[in-house]
T-cell receptor
Framework: NAGVTQTPKFQVLKTGQSMTLQCAQD?????MSWYRQDPGMGLRLIHY???????DQGEVPNGYNVSRSTTEDFPLRLLSAAPSQTSVYFC?????????????FGEGSWLTVV | LAKTTQPISMDSYEGQEVNITCSHN???????ITWYQQFPSQGPRFIIQ???TKVTNEVASLFIPADRKSSTLSLPRVSLSDTAVYYC?????????FGSGTRLSIRP
């Protein structure tokens, strides 16, 4: 059971470049989300999705786009990378959007923007 | 999600029992209380969940008083490997905001 899978694990970008962080879950979860975590800090919600075709903004959405064309996948796109986006990115999912059920996290994607 | 308040950091020693308290004054009737643990360079992982009174599993215990306005995560006989950040979440909203959590440091 793979759970939540993120790729790539490590990436270095130049300022202004764009890229997509991939996230896939094989648990048929309705809810998916993306967080970023800067060194020594807590998790900050970027975007989330309560089901295929539905996305919404979190706490820090600027500079990022998401889409949810399938239940399984929730890619995060950096439109024009900036050094301030250097961070660890975590994708998460849970079975139903409005439930207190367990949230499952991926292993993280380390992004450095130079 | 209900707003939660936790201590920013705690220190303890190996073999001690550690109790981390979370305040959640605005908890709703149907809200569950869930605790997550995050090790460095890893995503958070579920530890324990409860609704009232006491819940125990192989990792921790969760104590919830009758008014449910707070909860206490209890880690028995901690070891160095329990050094992590612990997050308390209350409720079931779709916009899940994690607080800063409690940074627990265990010393030999």
């Amino acid at each position: 059971n793979a759970g939540v899978t993120q790729t790539p694990k490590f990436q270095v970008l130049k300022t202004g470049q764009s890229m997509t962080l991939q996230c896939a879950q094989d648990m048929n979860h309705e809810y998916m989300s993306w967080y970023r975590q800067d060194p020594g800090m807590g998790l900050r919600l970027i975007h989330y999705s309560v089901g295929a075709g539905i996305t919404d903004q979190g706490e820090v959405p600027n500079g990022y786009n998401v889409s949810r064309s399938t239940t399984e996948d929730f890619p995060l796109r950096l439109l024009s990378a900036a050094p301030s986006q250097t961070s660890v990115y975590f994708c998460a999912s849970k079975d139903r959007a409005h439930s207190g059920n367990t949230i499952y996290f991926g292993e993280g994607s380390w992004l450095t923007v130079v | 999600l209900a707003k939660t308040t936790q201590p920013i950091s705690m220190d303890s020693y190996e073999g001690q029992e550690v109790n981390i308290t979370c305040s959640h004054n605005n908890i709703a009737t149907n809200d569950y209380i869930t605790w997550y643990q995050q090790f460095p360079s890893q995503g958070p992982r579920f530890i324990i969940q409860g609704y009232k009174t006491k819940v125990t599993n192989e990792v921790a215990s969760l104590f919830i008083p009758a008014d449910r306005k707070s909860s206490t995560l209890s880690l028995p006989r901690v070891s160095l490997s329990d050094t992590a950040v612990y997050y308390c979440l209350v409720g079931s909203a779709s916009k899940i905001i994690f607080g800063s959590g409690t940074r627990l440091s265990i010393r030999p």
